[in-house]
C-alpha cells in the first residue's frame, strides 16, 4: 500500500525550443502519461521571458554556457508541465536520461531523440526541492489542478 503523501510528488518538466520545432511534445507526453504519470499542470507554447529563465538556471550562472543557455531556452515556445505520481523526479529522470545525449542510453527521451548537450529537448527536476522552485516559478498555485485518475488503482498496490 502506498503513501498518499508518496504518490502526491510532482516535477516540473519543460519540453525545451528544440523539441517543439521537431514536433516531439506528443511523444514526451505519450512516454510519462503511459508510464502512470499524472498530468497535473501544463502551459502549452509559452514564449519564456530571459528573466524567468535566468531565475530557473540561476545556479548555472557562473557556468560559461549560461548566457547560450538562457538564448537557447527564450529562442521559441516550451512546453512547461507539472507531473505527479510516486518517485517521480527520480524517475523522470531516468527517463529523460543523461544531461548529455552522448551519454544516454537508448529508450531514454535524450538517448532517443537528440545529439548535443546545447539542445537536449528536455528538461527535468533533479530533486524535489529543485521541483518546487521550479514549479513556483513557472506556475500560479491555482493553474495546477488536482483530479482523481480512475486508473490510478490499477497502477500503485
Ligand atoms: N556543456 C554545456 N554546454 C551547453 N549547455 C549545457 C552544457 N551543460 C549543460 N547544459 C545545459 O544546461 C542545462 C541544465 O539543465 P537541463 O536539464 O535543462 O539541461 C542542461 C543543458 O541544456
Known amino acids: 500500500m502506498i503513501s498518499r503523501s508518496g504518490v502526491a510528488e510532482r516535477t516540473?518538466?519543460?519540453?525545451?525550443p528544440d523539441g517543439v520545432q521537431r514536433h516531439l511534445v506528443g511523444e514526451i507526453?505519450?512516454?510519462?502519461?503511459?508510464?502512470g504519470f499524472k498530468l497535473v499542470g501544463a502551459v502549452c507554447c509559452v514564449q519564456a521571458s530571459e528573466e524567468l529563465l535566468k531565475e530557473h538556471y540561476i545556479a548555472l550562472r557562473d557556468r560559461p554556457f549560461y548566457g547560450r543557455l538562457v538564448k537557447y531556452m527564450s529562442s521559441g515556445p516550451v512546453v512547461a508541465m507539472v507531473?505527479?505520481?510516486l518517485d517521480v523526479v527520480r524517475m523522470a529522470r531516468t527517463m529523460i536520461g543523461e544531461t548529455n545525449p552522448a551519454?544516454?542510453?537508448?529508450?531514454?527521451?535524450?538517448?532517443?531523440?537528440c545529439i548535443e548537450?546545447?539542445?537536449?529537448?528536455?528538461?527535468?527536476?533533479?530533486?524535489?526541492?529543485?521541483a518546487?522552485?521550479?514549479i513556483s516559478l513557472w506556475f500560479r498555485p491555482e493553474e495546477l489542478t488536482c483530479w482523481e485518475?480512475?486508473?490510478?488503482?490499477?497502477?500503485?498496490?
Open 149 to 157: 485518475d480512475a486508473a490510478e488503482r490499477w497502477i500503485y498496490e
Open 83 to 85: 507531473w505527479q505520481g
Open 103 to 113: 551519454e544516454s542510453r537508448p529508450g531514454t527521451i535524450r538517448g532517443d531523440f
Open 132 to 134: 518546487q522552485k521550479e
Open 117 to 130: 548537450v546545447g539542445k537536449n529537448v528536455i528538461h527535468g527536476s533533479d530533486s524535489v526541492e529543485s
Open 29 to 35: 507526453v505519450r512516454r510519462f502519461e503511459r508510464k
Open 12 to 16: 516540473f518538466i519543460a519540453i525545451k
